[in-house]
């Protein structure tokens, strides 16, 4: 059973920056996709950036060029850095994490970006 622990996240001006971080916990074995979703009030959670074991990236074609994740293998942490932030990025940020097929999530860390 993966556990996952985020932290980052707050309030930020439009044009600010934020960095969030996740540590997983409770597996001896490398995590194949360990990122991050966000989920805005009323719409539906989307994927904002994961990156799988092997080293490749996706991004939502919303944060390209502003957002970059990285990942640390051995110590199983993912960070997201989050640069030119807009108010259309305000949600609530969850680690996500593919292990084997099984699905796991942290409790979410609120993003809102408002001047």
């Known amino acids: 059973q993966v556990q996952l622990t985020e932290s980052g996240g707050g309030l930020v001006q439009p044009g600010g920056s934020l960095r969030l971080s996740c540590a997983a916990s409770g597996t001896m074995f490398t995590i194949y996709g360990l990122g991050w979703y966000r989920q805005a009030p009323g719409k539906q959670r989307e994927l904002v950036a994961i990156?799988?074991?092997?080293?490749?990236?996706n991004y939502a074609d919303s944060v390209k060029d502003r957002f970059t994740i990285s990942r640390d293998i051995d110590r199983n942490t993912v960070s997201l850095q989050m640069d030119s932030l807009n108010p259309e990025d305000t949600a609530v940020y969850y680690c996500y994490a593919d292990q084997s097929g099984s699905l796991y999530w942290g409790q979410g860390t609120q993003v809102t970006v408002s001047s």
């Open positions: 990156m799988f074991s092997g080293g490749n990236a």
